[in-house]
């Protein structure tokens, strides 16, 4: 699942400024929130998951260490009694915007930390924002982006739960995707909030 629109989503769409003036490297989107429009995405598709009576609620919500992708599965996983653990092998891709540069734990876990683990989170600072940028050889096939998806599939595979809810990032699920090439719709982009459903294997990278 792709977190619901945050505020750079909505001003890279309105503001004529955007790009000219460099709006997303400003310090104004670190960590960007959820818009009231997002909050009201992700409260639709929990009611949407509410209604539909053969969803069967994941065992476990996994989310990206940024605070979008912590407010969307709150308010989606709203009211299933589930479990919620972040990882930053989830996060979106690691370069130079500034929504993708995530606060704090001690920040997050003052904001969420009531029912999101964050025990997978080791560094207090953003320690792979300055230490890892993924953007060679080009930003929708990053070596490195590419290499992060695979351990998190591995790390996916490892764990015991069988119904696994991930609330991540469209370039993120982009390369995640790729590394099924059998299946290319996985890999479009996704819209803010838009949940897709897959049985991943990770033994091949053919394999789904």
Not at 61 to 78: D, K, P, Y
Not at 103 to 124: H, M, P
Request: include cysteine; glycine fraction near 2%; aromatic fraction near 10%.
């Amino acid at each position: 699942m792709r977190h619901a629109e945050g505020w750079h989503n909505k001003h890279a769409r309105e503001l004529p400024n955007w790009h000219a003036d460099a709006l997303g490297l400003t310090e104004a989107y670190r960590d960007a929130r959820l818009t009231p429009v997002g909050e009201g995405q992700a409260r639709a598709l929990n009611a949407e998951l509410a209604a539909n009576a053969t969803f069967a609620p994941p065992d476990v919500v996994v989310v990206s260490t940024l605070t979008r992708t912590i407010q969307t599965a709150a308010l989606a996983f709203e009211g299933f009694d589930v479990p919620f653990e972040a990882t930053e092998l989830c996060r979106e891709r690691i370069a130079d915007h500034e929504c993708d540069h995530r606060r704090t734990r001690a920040a997050l876990e003052a904001d969420f930390g009531s029912f999101v683990d964050f025990s997978n989170v080791v560094d207090d600072d953003d320690a792979l924002w300055t230490s890892r940028k993924e953007v060679e050889p080009d930003e929708m096939a990053a070596t490195l982006c590419s290499e992060r998806a695979a351990d998190f599939l591995a790390w996916l595979a490892a764990r015991p739960e069988p119904r696994v809810a991930v609330v991540s990032h469209w370039v993120f699920l982009k390369h995640l995707f790729a590394l099924y090439p059998a299946f290319p719709e996985l890999a479009e982009n996704f819209r803010n909030a838009e949940l897709r459903v897959a049985a991943i294997s990770a033994r091949r990278n053919d394999e789904l």
